[in-house]
């Protein structure tokens, strides 16, 4: 038997997966140009200094350097970086290649372009940059001093700033029965994407027409950006972007980019820049770190009161024009009161720059933020407060007949069901017999322990002031043979879009997935829109080619009615054919095929598309949301995310309390993301985000020294987790469909990375909590565990 | 990640090699596995002006048992060490240590020679040549010399080969069938070279006292070396109980005297663009690495008798 694969809710297998793994792919590096030269990059080794003197005559007398360029040089061919996104914060006067001042460890200083990467390589040895050494911004303490000015004509050191009060919060925590206060702080860590950025630029000097090919997430939104910084006209720019070995956020901007389409410019030849992975760690977008200092009330019933959350994020060189970073901030702001009812609110955020890299997206985009010290704060309440973290929770959970819910820091959240999440995973865990089990291990010196986080992932943003405000258009082709094309800019980034994509269409046409093709990645060919980021494909594309599948549909049924001599209305698409409603007459059917070849073939258009009907067989729909809201209330709300995946999240660890080891056990997740469109990709992506959670909350790091220096820029010191790290996972979905897209589609490719810090974090305390131990600075590392044991004993000790 | 220019030179025997070495001058070295050099080199840590490829010399691929001890060439892959019979009965202690070298793949090509010559701290091979008292044969221009393990090992990625020598073959002695053996670390990660490892062995009278114990740690003594625990001799001729151990414990902890100082020192290079690189190590608090010496020793020397006693599971 033949099985047609079609439809939501089912876990086909994904399409892209017999080319990617019979090593059928092709990745830009992949790709060779005739002629085509190397770049490499001469990076600062200082964090902060000035740029004296660069000394290029010895590279450029090296036989096969084809030319080299400073960034004073490059000034002629390239503006500042241009802000990808401004929400209220300072935008600095940067370049792809450092111009006067270099602010970080691996800024670009010099390009070489070579007949090969070896010799670029070798040229980066031989140029000689004199610098100035200025004092190193390394820590949030050293930018607020301010040890150093990153950019003197700001001031201050900060990029950010803004506060938001909603109620009247010493008057909240006055009414309180209980008030507590804790700093919670995040190591700074980010992405890895498995491939790199590569990109290669391509200038024809005749018709003035640039094509970069490159590893991105967003290929209008690189365009857009390259034409603004070259202030080049846009038409003119095409971008490829062929198959992407992941992202996670870290590729939605064009900085380095800038540096090849730069060289092609001058050189009139194709250039070829990739990344390797220590540029990447040291260069390629960070996130996270920051202090946050959460104060929270509670009455006699343990329902928070009010929620205070100071935050001080450290950007490092600039989150606007390299990346996208700064507004995570924001985004936290307006999230941290997450799953919960709050009355009173006041969240202050202040975002400092430093001599650190660039502050970009990474998977949880501020969301995390709001996630993890509220989380942790749950638990720590929780525990002085003498009640279960799980009861703690459900006390002041929304409940699933209050949404729509507009949270008091502005967010409308869709829909959701809390308690019932909490429910899935307890009975999965059995939690009374976990508690016995943990009092007995311990009697054998066995730690082991349980920690829940909530989840919420507001996904699909639509941010105003630059180039993520939720902009989607989709368009569905139908060929002559009866098949279909779906093109849009959302890029495949490795998930799973070119099945599930095919999915959504063929529960419209009724038609087999194999028989619908996703085309993106060529900025020529689809319609302008935004790639994948924020969660937002089942929320925004899914939608956009939803709408456009139907408005196809629709065209169709109107032509096959026309060739049948039916009431389009009785008419209905099974199979491949477009039928008369539940009949099984051939005469009373037409397949797509016959549709196709009739108006495209044989005889063609005339006589086969009714009057009044324009005759192409294609439809494009651009999707907005109906319910985000731009324009900010008297205290600056806004509402920029759609829908919000809910879930609950357990990690089951262990701890060696001689060693300080920390295993990840298990993690048991509910989840809900409203309709599913192919369970096993959702479950996937909660595996993979994940790994990403324990990653960040166990291994890594971005480290810097006091000079800042960075102090593991390689994987075999910046720790990833293996396979092998990675604890089991189960996963139990249900599903609250979204009102707010038509499908009932939420996205959901960062819920696994948002909850599972604070959930993993919080399993360490549980387990330690005869000792007291509450954990602090990330990641847990061995050494870390042993220290706050022992701090613990000492406190135990005192009282 | 391109290295410099380098020749390249492909050698079939042990003087070949020699020669090899002593022919292309000061910035020649050997290539082995190449799973610690080519990192190096394509990170521009390393920066060699020639390759002496020593894959080619397939009789320096050997396993080999002769009375009392087993004899390992110098070119045997990690794998053929953790896979081997003759290991696994005569040696299984350091079967066991092989195991926790990295991943399976970098098993595959990586050398004992290699890894050996490298002396990451940490590392699994020096921690059991040093316990086990292996010796280590060399040869050079004037011939083969056999040194133990304190000559051997210099400091952080240093030994007493010279640029112009080779090592040909590493001798374990066997353990005998009434030692019990352990061998434990602490990595942050399935693979990674450990912050702290250490292998024990121990024997028994028949009295139940103890015959004779040894413990050897990775990445603790101050030069960079694998070092020997001296106060484990305590033991010897006493039962062996918890409270002799908890004494131990103690006392490894005052013996021990890592120096992050001089780990960093060693561990911080430059490379490509002169940006501060890292050569592979694991650098953490002296405190820390005291605190692990100690319940890593203690374990291991349980894991030992328990293996002795049957009550290993
Ligand atoms: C991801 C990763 C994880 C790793 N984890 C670990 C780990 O947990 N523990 C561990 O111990 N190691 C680890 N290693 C290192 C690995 O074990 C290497 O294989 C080993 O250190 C070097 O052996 P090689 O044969 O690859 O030597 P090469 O890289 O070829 O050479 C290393 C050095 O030894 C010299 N050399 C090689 N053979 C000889 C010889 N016969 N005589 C004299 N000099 C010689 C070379 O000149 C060079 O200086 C890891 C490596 C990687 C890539």
Redesign the interface.
């Known amino acids: 038997m033949v099985t047609v694969k079609k439809g939501l809710g089912v876990s086909l297998k994904r399409k892209e997966d017999i080319r990617l793994l019979t090593g059928n792919g092709q990745f830009t590096d992949d790709i060779e140009k005739p002629g085509m030269l190397h770049l490499a ?5 200082h964090a902060h200094a000035r740029i004296v003197n660069i000394d290029a005559s010895k590279a450029k007398k090296l036989p096969g350097v084809v030319a080299v360029l400073t960034g004073e040089e490059a000034l002629q061919y390239s503006g500042p970086l241009v802000p990808t996104i401004n929400i209220f914060n300072k935008v600095p006067e940067v370049y792809a290649i450092a111009y006067k001042k270099v602010r970080y ?2 800024e670009p200083v010099a390009v070489i372009a070579a007949e090969d ?2 010799i670029a ?2 040229a ?2 031989l140029i000689e940059v004199e610098y100035e050494v200025l004092p190193a911004v390394v820590t949030i303490e050293d930018a607020l001093e301010p040890k150093a000015l990153l950019y003197e004509e700001w001031g201050d050191n900060k990029q950010l700033e803004s506060r938001t009060t909603i109620g009247d919060i010493d008057d909240a925590f006055a009414n309180s029965e209980y008030v507590f206060e804790e700093t919670i702080t995040h190591n700074r860590y980010t992405g890895t994407p498995m491939e790199s950025r590569v990109c290669i630029a391509e200038y024809n000097p005749g018709s003035k027409k640039m094509t970069v090919t490159c590893s991105t997430q967003a290929p209008s939104q690189v365009r857009t950006l390259i034409a603004q910084t070259l202030q080049m006209p846009e038409h003119n720019i095409r971008v490829i972007a062929p198959d992407v070995g992941g992202g996670y956020g870290t590729k939605l901007q064009a900085n380095a980019e800038i540096i090849a389409c730069i060289m092609a410019r001058m050189l009139g030849k194709p250039v070829k820049w990739t990344e ?3 540029e990447n760690i ?1 260069t390629g977008v960070h996130s996270r770190d920051y202090t946050c200092t959460v104060k929270i009330g509670f009455d006699k019933d343990f329902r928070i009161t009010g929620l205070q959350a100071k935050l001080i994020g450290n950007i490092g060189v600039d989150g606007t024009c390299h990346a996208p970073g700064t507004p995570a901030l924001s985004v936290a702001g307006a999230y941290f009161p997450g799953p919960y009812k709050v009355p009173v609110y006041d969240v202050e955020i202040i975002g400092v720059v430093s001599n650190k890299a660039p502050y970009g997206a990474h998977r949880g985009y501020g969301k995390d933020i709001a996630n993890y010290p509220i989380e942790r704060m749950m638990d720590i309440a929780a525990r002085k407060l003498g009640i279960s973290p799980e009861e703690l929770r459900r006390r002041n959970f929304i409940k699933k007949d209050e949404f729509p819910y507009q949270q008091i820091s502005g967010p409308l959240y869709d829909s959701g069901d809390f308690d019932k999440l909490m429910d899935l995973v307890m009975d999965k865990i059995d939690y009374q017999n976990f508690k016995k089990k943990q009092l007995e291990l311990r009697k054998q010196g066995k730690y082991i322990g349980l920690g829940i986080a909530a989840m919420l992932e507001p996904s699909g943003a639509a941010v105003f002031n630059g180039i993520f405000n939720g902009y989607q258009a989709a368009t569905v082709r139908m060929t002559p043979e009866g098949h279909f094309q779906v093109l849009t800019s959302h890029q495949n980034i490795g998930q799973g879009v070119e099945t599930t994509i095919p999915q959504v269409v063929s529960q419209v046409m009724d038609v087999d997935i194999d028989d619908i093709r996703f085309v993106y990645g060529d900025t020529d060919i689809t319609p302008y829109g935004l790639g994948p980021f924020s969660s937002r494909g089942a929320t925004y594309t899914v939608s956009a080619v939803y709408e456009a599948a139907k408005m196809l549909k629709e065209k169709l049924l109107k032509i096959a009615g026309y060739l049948l001599k039916e009431d389009p209305e009785n008419l209905e698409m099974a199979n491949g054919t477009v039928r008369v409603k539940g009949t099984t007459n051939p005469e009373a059917a037409i397949s797509l095929k016959e549709i196709g070849n009739k108006v495209y073939l044989w005889p063609g258009p005339y006589a086969t598309v009714p009057e009044g009907i324009d005759c192409n067989l294609e439809a494009t729909y651009t999707w907005t949301s109906k319910v985000v809201k731009w324009e900010p209330d008297e205290h600056g709300r806004v509402n920029l995310y759609t829908t919000h995946p809910t879930g609950v999240f357990v990690a089951l660890v262990e701890v060696d309390i ?4 920390v295993k990840v056990d298990k993690f048991v997740v509910s989840h809900d993301c409203g309709t599913i469109i192919n369970p096993m990709i959702a479950d996937g992506q909660i595996a993979g985000g994940i790994a990403h959670g324990i990653g960040g909350v166990l ?1 890594e790091d971005l480290a810097y020294d006091s000079n800042g ?6 994987f ?2 910046y ?1 990833c ?2 396979a ?2 990675v604890s089991d996972i189960e996963t139990i979905h249900m599903q609250s469909p979204s009102p707010f897209t038509p499908l009932g589609t939420k996205g959901m490719g960062e819920g696994g990375t948002i909850p599972s810090p604070a959930a993993v974090a919080n399993a360490v305390e549980d387990a330690l909590s005869p000792f007291g131990v509450i954990v602090k600075d990330l990641p847990i ?3 870390r565990v ?1 220290e706050w044991i022992k701090q613990g004993e000492m406190q135990n000790v005192k009282s | 990640m391109k290295p410099v220019p380098f020749e390249y030179v492909a050698v079939k025997s042990v003087n070949e090699a020699i020669t090899a070495l002593e022919k292309y001058g000061d910035n020649t070295v050997i290539i082995a596995g190449g799973q610690s050099l080519m990192q190096e080199m394509n990170l521009r840590q390393a920066r060699p002006s020639c390759l002496v490829d020593i894959n080619g010399i397939t009789d320096l691929d050997y396993i080999e048992e002769t009375g009392d001890a087993i004899k390992i060439g110098a070119l045997t892959r990690h794998r053929t060490v953790e896979k081997s019979e003759i290991v696994k009965r005569n040696c299984p202690l350091l079967q066991e240590a092989v195991t926790h070298i990295a991943h399976f793949q970098i098993r595959n090509r990586g050398t004992i020679g290699g890894s050996l010559r490298q002396n990451p701290p940490g590392a699994e091979y020096g921690v059991v040549a040093r316990v086990l008292n292996a010796q280590f044969v060399i040869a050079g221009p004037d011939g083969k010399r056999v040194l133990s393990g304190e000559e051997f090992f210099v400091s952080h990625f240093k030994t007493a080969v010279k640029q112009n020598e080779i090592i040909v073959e590493i001798i374990f002695p066997k353990l005998t069938k009434d030692t019990g053996y352990g061998f434990l670390e602490v990595t942050r990660r399935h693979g990674h070279i450990p912050i702290v490892s250490a292998a024990a062995t121990l024997q028994l009278n028949e009295d139940d006292t103890v015959k004779d114990a040894q413990v050897a740690l990775g990445n603790v003594s101050p030069q960079g070396v694998p070092y020997k625990v001296q106060s484990v001799s305590q033991l010897i001729g006493k039962p062996f109980t918890q409270e002799i151990l908890d004494q131990l414990a103690n006392d490894i902890k005052n013996e021990v005297n890592p120096d992050p100082e001089a780990d960093a020192k060693a561990g911080y290079t430059l490379q490509l663009s002169r940006i501060m690189g890292r050569r592979v190590s694991e650098i953490s608090s002296a405190e820390y690495r005291k605190e692990a010496s100690s319940v890593l020793s203690i374990r291991a020397l349980q894991k030992a008798y328990q293996q002795i006693k049957g009550t290993f599971q």
Request: no cysteine; charged share 30%.
């Open positions: 990059i001469v990076r600062s080794p460890v691996g990467r070896y390589e070798d980066v040895d390797d992975r220590v040291l001689k060693t300080g080891l291994l220096l960075m102090t593991n820029p390689d075999q010191h720790l987790p293996t092998m790290d590392t061995p050494e042993l």
